[in-house]
């Protein structure tokens, strides 16, 4: 009966030439059969995810989310009481081709009533996941179905509409990338990458995110990780590089810099740019909130690139942001003093907050006061919303293929005295 009446509908619909086509009107006519990784579009690489599985009924792709609380380990042995989906925060990457038809079943095992809006994607109102306004809340324990295509290849995302506040600030929230169809492997990029760009507050000692918290946020993750824990993105020298980022944070845009390159932003979550050799060329991309940024690299530069949020308390683990500035203050014989009062007293951060990362300093149980990522030369003073992307010339997998060698005399190293004398430089 459903069926016979949005037939009727549409076809009053198309009746009305005056009228513009609805947005998922040609996918509904073209009825394409569901997109196949390979043949049609070379899978997205998700790291530190997943993808969502899904079956395929009568040429449907059929999902199921699970809204359920997670015990999500951040990194450093911070382990958060999060909410996600399918065990995982963010949720499963729900990857598509364009024109497939889904039915996602929703599942809520929360103690609150959730609901999921299907961010950028082109659909009927009813299927939009606005709690009150186009559908009733799903309370705990049900389960709800949304049923439409994905009639536009693009990168968008999915997130509760349902006191969103606490929802996405617990972390319900996950990717969506609908793939284009494209039978040649040449004009596909060759590594195609979605990351999901998190802020939370989880105060020092406890495992619960504060999503009331609209202003100091202490842990800032990547697909739900801190750096080092964030599993490195892996090219071959001559790939075509996308990068996807998705920003749900509650309040903070990012600005991701990338070391080594200059790159295109050739797509945000509304669309595609129409020639991308028109765009301007450029080495950070703000994510504002909210919304998805798509770059478009070729890999010419080998080497361990890092890429960050350029917000630099961004790239800072959970810092109390209470602590005293000691930079530059001289402490002497005073900090033995205090420490026979209080054992085990250390002042840190009097040459900046390196000391912060040392092992050995007394650290709250399950915290990251700060825990940065030690490369092949030493600390790098560096965590939280960070990665690093390594592009190799031989490769025989995808798998982290470790530290780079770099060539000999391409690397800084101190200045002998012979080279300053050559070249005028007096250090004194
Ligand atoms: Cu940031």
Same mark, same amino acid.
């Given at each position: 009966?459903?069926?016979?009446?949005? /037939?009727? /509908?549409?076809?009053?619909?198309?009746?009305?030439?005056?009228?513009?086509?609805?947005? &998922?009107?040609?996918?509904?006519?073209?009825?394409?059969?569901?997109?196949?990784?390979?043949?049609?579009?070379?899978?997205?690489?998700?790291?530190?995810?997943?993808?969502?599985?899904?079956?395929?009924?009568?040429?449907?792709?059929? %999902?199921?989310?699970?809204?359920?609380?997670?015990?999500?380990?951040?990194?450093?042995?911070?382990?958060?009481?999060?909410?996600? *989906?399918?065990?995982?925060?963010? =949720?499963?990457?729900?990857?598509?081709?364009?024109? #497939?038809?889904?039915?996602?079943?929703?599942?809520?095992?929360?103690?609150?009533?959730?609901?999921?809006? &299907?961010?950028?994607?082109?659909?009927?109102?009813?299927?939009?996941?606005?709690?009150?306004?186009?559908?009733?809340?799903?309370?705990?324990? $049900?389960?709800?179905?949304?049923? /439409?295509?994905?009639?536009?290849?693009?990168?968008?995302?999915?997130?509760?509409?349902? !006191?969103?506040?606490?929802?996405?600030?617990?972390?319900?929230?996950?990717?969506?990338?609908?793939?284009?169809?494209?039978?040649?492997?040449?004009?596909?990029?060759?590594? #195609? +990458?979605?990351?999901?760009?998190?802020? &939370?507050?989880?105060?020092?000692?406890?495992?619960?995110?504060?999503?009331?918290?609209?202003?100091? %946020?202490?842990?800032?993750?990547?697909?739900?990780?801190?750096?080092?824990?964030? $599993?490195?993105?892996?090219?071959?020298?001559?790939?075509?590089?996308?990068?996807? %980022?998705?920003?749900?944070?509650?309040?903070?845009?990012?600005?991701?810099?990338?070391?080594? *390159?200059?790159?295109?932003?050739?797509?945000?979550?509304? =669309?595609?740019?129409? !020639?991308?050799?028109?765009?301007?060329?450029?080495?950070?991309?703000?994510?504002?909130?909210?919304?998805?940024?798509?770059?478009?690299?070729?890999?010419?530069?080998?080497?361990? &690139?890092?890429?960050?949020?350029?917000?630099?308390?961004?790239?800072?683990?959970?810092?109390?942001?209470?602590?005293?500035?000691?930079?530059?203050?001289? +402490?002497?014989?005073? $900090?033995?003093?205090?420490?026979?009062?209080?054992?085990?007293?250390?002042?840190?951060?009097?040459?900046?907050?390196?000391?912060?990362?040392?092992?050995?300093?007394?650290?709250?149980?399950?915290?990251?006061?700060?825990?940065? %990522?030690?490369?092949?030369?030493?600390?790098?003073?560096?965590?939280?919303?960070?990665?690093?992307?390594?592009?190799?010339?031989?490769?025989?997998?995808?798998? #982290?293929?470790?530290?780079?060698? +770099?060539?000999?005399?391409?690397?800084?190293?101190?200045?002998?005295?012979?080279?300053?004398?050559?070249?005028?430089? #007096?250090?004194?």
């Amino acid at each position: 009966m459903r069926f016979v009446l949005a /037939f009727l /509908f549409l076809s009053v619909w198309t009746l009305r030439a005056d009228l513009p086509p609805l947005p &998922w009107a040609e996918a509904e006519k073209a009825a394409l059969p569901p997109g196949e990784p390979g043949r049609d579009y070379t899978p997205t690489v998700v790291p530190n995810g997943q993808r969502a599985e899904y079956r395929v009924v009568e040429g449907v792709k059929v %999902f199921h989310l699970e809204a359920e609380p997670v015990t999500w380990e951040v990194g450093g042995g911070l382990t958060v009481q999060a909410w996600g *989906y399918n065990e995982s925060v963010p =949720g499963p990457l729900i990857e598509v081709a364009e024109g #497939d038809r889904v039915r996602i079943y929703v599942t809520n095992h929360l103690p609150a009533s959730t609901t999921v809006h &299907w961010h950028g994607v082109l659909l009927p109102c009813g299927m939009d996941g606005v709690s009150g306004l186009t559908q009733v809340a799903i309370p705990p324990g $049900e389960t709800f179905l949304y049923d /439409f295509y994905f009639p536009d290849p693009g990168t968008f995302m999915y997130h509760s509409h349902h !006191d969103t506040m606490t929802q996405e600030g617990m972390g319900l929230t996950g990717m969506i990338v609908v793939h284009k169809r494209e039978p040649d492997r040449e004009k596909r990029p060759d590594r #195609d +990458f979605a990351i999901i760009l998190q802020e &939370w507050r989880v105060d020092v000692g406890t495992a619960r995110p504060n999503p009331q918290e609209m202003i100091d %946020f202490n842990v800032l993750t990547m697909n739900g990780k801190v750096m080092p824990a964030t $599993e490195p993105l892996v090219a071959k020298l001559g790939e075509k590089v996308w990068i996807r %980022f998705g920003n749900l944070s509650a309040t903070d845009h990012h600005p991701i810099h990338l070391h080594g *390159y200059a790159f295109k932003i050739i797509a945000t979550d509304g =669309g595609w740019a129409p !020639d991308p050799s028109l765009l301007t060329p450029e080495t950070t991309v703000l994510v504002p909130v909210g919304s998805a940024r798509v770059i478009e690299f070729l890999a010419d530069n080998p080497g361990d &690139w890092v890429f960050h949020c350029h917000m630099t308390h961004h790239i800072m683990n959970q810092m109390g942001h209470e602590f005293p500035n000691m930079l530059g203050a001289q +402490f002497g014989e005073l $900090e033995e003093k205090i420490r026979r009062l209080i054992p085990g007293y250390m002042t840190m951060g009097t040459t900046g907050m390196r000391d912060m990362t040392e092992s050995g300093m007394p650290i709250p149980p399950n915290s990251i006061p700060m825990w940065g %990522f030690d490369g092949q030369f030493g600390s790098t003073v560096l965590g939280g919303m960070a990665n690093i992307l390594r592009v190799r010339e031989h490769l025989d997998s995808y798998d #982290d293929p470790g530290p780079y060698h +770099f060539p000999e005399g391409t690397r800084a190293l101190p200045a002998t005295p012979k080279q300053m004398e050559q070249d005028g430089i #007096d250090p004194n």
